[in-house]
């Protein structure tokens, strides 16, 4: 019978693996139905290898959570397994054959202990996973059937492998042996051939050579089935997250993509079916792995809002399986399917998005959950026209008076009478700085208090700098987050036409939103300039001695990251240093802070719409801010300012919320006696 041996296993590998492959083909295939993506994605080849060793290599992103050190662990024991599969595929048509016969026994026998080793760490890896999956279940925490089958069926490896190898060597001779490896480099595997009484003996041992062998074959069969289930399920992920993290996005994180808007031959702007998306944002939905990171960090989702970021790449992926089984492989080419923007994802899900990127920090793989959703949007504005009249009201002011507020540009600089700041119009020779003051820091009464805080600052630091005026007008920021390219293109344009003629290169600002804009998008309309926020410039002049600061009341000061200075930009460090350097301050920190930090509930244009279910995001995340018991909150974002602000007011709560400016200005030996952080928050 054992010539039927090597027969069975071609028949089966043969079989399993051409189905196997046949499902990825498709799979694959399926990804044409997105269209070509203007970027190469093969551009800066070093930057994406180097990125690709780490994020993949070492899993950096999988193991900031514990279920992730878990994870390096499987994936990186698995990896290390396919080895040793390898070497057992082989053996189905040569029982006898070891890679020791091709390397060495010495170094074959390295390669046994560490193949042993990767076993028992990847079933005791899976093992916890399973009881924390199961068992603790963790909120964000997925409960499927198919976990449960990828677990057992990693599990069912490691266990057919260890007794597959102990019953081997229970029933070989000590001498045979000696000529194929060493069993003190299997520790594991000769443990469990001492439970089976070996090595041999003289005694017969055929029931346990049977039972090794059904062992042997049983692994291969879980590995056959593991090559046509993973394809299926929600280990997908294994296929899709490597090219998606090698092809992730390399420009300036957090910066939209453009549309052409010039396009005369263009039926529509914006996403509206899985045609209008790129093949690479196609991918992610491969590349999910369902650990729930996204959704557990989205504030709308938190705050009972239907978005659910997972949803929505879940979603998109059954489409494009159905889509392309459809299409593809039936070529029904005039079948119909439901919209894509407003249909299988509705209007309500993609609205509610702030942008914040707590999705995408958190990410493991680098799925691009926020330019989908924007693309989708842009579909609903621009094609659909499907606005709130709050949203209505708001692109109406920023048409007609440059501002969301709806106030006329021509009272842009009333905020500084008598702070004798110069307009780049009154200057023959252009100044360092362009203090970049942005619409809430020149309309809202609130933020007006940090603007002028932050021009005291810099007037004290002899820091040479000008305003615009009149001639600033809103970045488009909200505009193109809600969805509106065409009003946000607009107003970049002029914007970028105004700076370009002042030939200006340094900007400072206090909102986050325009130092994201224009540092990061600008330049796709020829803006470019150094773009530099409040909270870095302020640690900057105080570590270089520029500003000095005397103690006030000691303070113990509740610090909130705002999403465009903290994830989008990677600074968490600027203010801290910047508010700890306050004589007399004590930072005291949320409980969700930096990377995942709750977002305030106003990026993406959220700042112009109502809520309508579930909790207010402002309100939750200053319950996490009450929470942490300090005496004020201190904001770096005109944003933040008012909805910190409203969520302490909704729960009566008296802290007053502060600008990092109005923090700093109050320690100036000459303001400090009329610039107390409690007035200035009044």
């Known amino acids: 019978m054992d010539f039927l041996r090597p027969l069975i296993v071609a028949i089966a590998f043969g079989v399993g693996f051409y189905f196997a492959g046949q499902t990825v083909y498709w799979l694959f295939r399926y990804l044409t139905l997105g269209m070509t993506d203007k970027r190469t994605r093969l551009d800066d080849l070093k930057p994406r290898l180097v990125g690709f060793a780490q994020l993949v290599g070492g899993q950096t992103r999988v193991i900031r959570e514990y279920a992730g050190m878990l994870h390096f662990f499987v994936f990186w024991g698995f990896l290390m397994l396919q080895i040793e599969t390898f070497e057992y595929m082989i053996r189905g048509f040569f029982p006898s054959f070891t890679f020791g016969q091709i390397i060495g026994l010495t170094t074959y026998n390295g390669l046994l202990l560490a193949q042993d080793v990767a076993g028992l760490l990847v079933l005791a890896a899976v093992t916890l996973l399973a009881i924390r999956r199961f068992i603790v279940r963790p909120d964000h925490s997925i409960q499927s059937s198919d976990a449960a089958v990828i677990l057992a069926g990693i599990g069912g490896l490691m266990v057919t492998k260890f007794l597959f190898h102990g019953a081997e060597i229970a029933t070989t001779s000590a001498e045979e042996i000696a000529t194929r490896w060493t069993t003190t480099f299997t520790p594991v595997a000769s443990f469990v051939a001492t439970l089976f009484g070996g090595p041999a003996s003289q005694e017969p041992k055929g029931g346990l050579h049977l039972f090794g062998q059904t062992m042997y074959f049983g692994h291969l069969a879980i590995v056959l089935f593991f090559a046509n289930y993973i394809p299926l399920g929600k280990h997908l992920h294994l296929l899709g997250a490597m090219p998606n993290v090698f092809f992730r996005k390399l420009e300036p994180n957090g910066a939209l993509y453009p549309i052409d808007l010039e396009n005369e031959n263009a039926e529509y702007f914006g996403a509206s079916k899985l045609e209008d998306l790129s093949w690479k944002q196609l991918l992610d939905t491969y590349a999910c792995t369902e650990c729930g990171r996204c959704e557990h960090y989205c504030p709308a989702f938190n705050t009972g809002k239907e978005l659910n970021p997972m949803q929505i790449i879940h979603k998109l992926k059954d489409h494009i399986k159905e889509k392309g089984r459809i299409v593809l492989q039936e070529g029904k080419k005039d079948h119909e399917f439901p919209l894509l923007a407003g249909g299988i994802i509705s209007k309500e899900e993609l609205m509610a998005c702030t942008t914040c990127g707590a999705c995408v920090a958190n990410c493991p793989v680098n799925i691009e959950h926020v330019d989908t959703i924007i693309d989708m949007r842009r579909y609903i504005i621009l094609t659909e026209s499907d606005v709130s009249p709050e949203v209505s009201r708001t692109f109406k002011n920023m048409e007609r008076s440059q501002n969301p507020w709806g106030v006329p540009n021509r009272t842009r600089a009333e905020w500084a009478e008598g702070l004798d700041i110069p307009l780049m119009s009154e200057l023959e020779t252009p100044p360092e700085y362009l203090f970049w003051v942005g619409c809430a820091g020149s309309f809202d009464d609130r933020q007006k208090k940090v603007t002028q805080a932050m021009a005291k600052i810099l007037k004290r630091a002899g820091v040479s700098f000008a305003i615009l005026g009149p001639e600033e007008q809103c970045t488009g920021d909200a505009a193109r987050r809600i969805g509106n390219e065409y009003l946000y293109h607009a107003m970049a344009t002029a914007n970028v036409e105004i700076l370009n003629t002042y030939k200006v290169t340094k900007i400072i600002t206090t909102c986050p939103h325009c130092f994201h804009t224009i540092g990061k998008e600008y330049p796709q309309v020829g803006g470019h300039y150094e773009v530099i926020h409040h909270t870095k410039l302020l640690n900057d002049l105080i570590r270089e001695r520029k500003v000095t600061l005397t103690a006030n009341s000691h303070k113990k000061y509740v610090y909130h990251d705002s999403c465009y200075i903290g994830r989008w930009n990677d600074d968490y460090s600027n203010p801290r240093e910047t508010l700890a350097q306050v004589p007399g ?98």
């Open 585 to 682: 301050a004590e930072i005291k920190e949320m409980e969700w802070k930096e990377r995942k930090a709750l977002c305030c509930g106003a990026g993406g244009g959220r700042m112009w719409m109502e809520e309508h279910t579930g909790k207010r995001v402002n309100v939750h995340r200053s319950d996490m801010a009450i929470a942490a018991g300090g005496d004020a909150v201190v904001v770096n974002c005109p944003f933040c300012m008012t909805m910190i602000s409203d969520g302490l007011k909704a729960r009566d709560n008296e802290m007053p919320t502060l600008d990092l400016a109005e923090v700093v200005a109050a320690s100036l030996p000459v303001l400090a006696a009329a610039a107390q952080p409690s007035d200035a928050a009044e």
